[in-house]
């Protein structure tokens, strides 16, 4: 299907280039239609560009759009500064990146779930907190390894919701099941916009577990973004573009990637104190407001096509 679709917006492009002043690329893959189109017109081009847009670890892929399509355009605009990095990496020049953040989508008012609406997605009682991590299941999102190392030694009384889908489903349910931890951890798979928003709006901290993976790199934590922008405190691995994401201390507390130790102290921090928790999650809301909305991260981007 995506060289279809590549071959439809190419055309699309070429018939309408000339009504426009610049094309905005979303993607890297798209990098072959800005290297076409820069063959044919002297229309800036800029590109968006997230971490496997740089990491594939194909060799035609690194070939042809790393060294030759990607190279071409006027500016990158990368997701996250990790995936800058990564760039320089490969000899794209540093001067033709620039650093945006995704921008999060903000409810003016938080929705009124309450834990009746969260149970009724488990379709069983809740005795005690919640910790909840949402998402694609990869390796790199550090979700069997934080079961196993954490969850699996803790004695707490939480349980640990995770929605989701991905290579590393088939995994995780196996860890639980040989763990015994069914009456713990629940995964309840993928999920809609509803039941994403009961699940962030009646958890009490969002958990990203990430670990360090060989080729495969968060380019950008928009995930915790969203669990913070309805005021739930996040704890996360402080790697990669997790980073970009939060500001520790601030809007989520980012600790020591693989360390069960700090993980288990500062979940435990923000679980025996409810109140100082719901401090937190609402100067995590507040922060995400103010640096985060699409509105804010529009004006970014509309400062560096003009300077095109």
Same mark, same amino acid.
């Given at each position: ?47 968006? =560009? ?6 594939? #670890? ?18 990158? *605009? ?13 000899? *794209? ?7 945006? #953040? ?8 938080? #929705? ?63 860890? *639980? ?13 993928? =999920? ?42 996040? =704890? ?18 980012? =600790? ?53």
């Amino acid at each position: 299907m995506l060289p279809i679709f590549v071959i439809v917006a190419l055309i699309k492009l070429l018939l309408i280039l000339r009504k426009y002043d610049i094309v905005l690329l979303g993607d890297g893959v798209l990098g072959v239609i800005g290297w076409i189109i820069k063959f044919f017109s002297r229309k800036p081009v800029v590109c968006i =560009v997230h971490g496997l847009d740089l990491t594939y #670890p194909n060799v035609i892929y690194q070939k042809l759009w790393v060294n030759i399509f990607l190279r071409k355009m006027d500016k990158l *605009i990368a997701v996250g500064n990790e995936t800058i990095n990564q760039a320089v990496s490969r000899r *794209i020049p540093k001067s033709n990146l620039f650093f945006i #953040p995704n921008g999060v989508s903000i409810k003016k008012t938080l #929705p009124p779930y309450s834990r009746k609406d969260l149970e009724k997605i488990l379709g069983r009682e809740i005795h005690g907190k919640v910790l909840l991590t949402l998402g694609r299941l990869v390796k790199r999102k550090g979700v069997a390894w934080f079961i196993e190392e954490v969850v699996n030694k803790s004695c707490d009384s939480y349980i640990y919701i995770i929605a989701g889908d991905g290579a590393e489903k088939s995994n995780i349910i196996t860890i *639980i099941k040989k763990n015994g931890l069914q009456d713990r951890i629940f995964y309840i798979g993928t =999920v809609s916009d509803k039941e994403k928003e009961v699940l962030y709006s009646t958890a009490d901290l969002f958990i990203q577990p990430n670990i360090k993976v060989p080729g495969d790199i968060e380019g950008f934590g928009l995930v915790v973004l969203e669990a913070a922008s309805y005021g739930l405190p996040v =704890v996360a691995s402080d790697i990669e573009g997790l980073r970009d994401a939060i500001n520790s201390g601030v809007n989520g507390v980012l =600790v020591q990637e693989r360390n069960v130790a700090q993980y288990k102290k500062t979940i435990a921090i923000f679980l025996e104190n409810e109140e100082n928790r719901k401090q937190f999650g609402s100067k995590a809301r507040e922060y995400v407001m103010n640096y985060y909305s699409w509105e804010n991260i529009a004006k970014r981007y509309l400062n560096i096509l003009k300077q095109l």
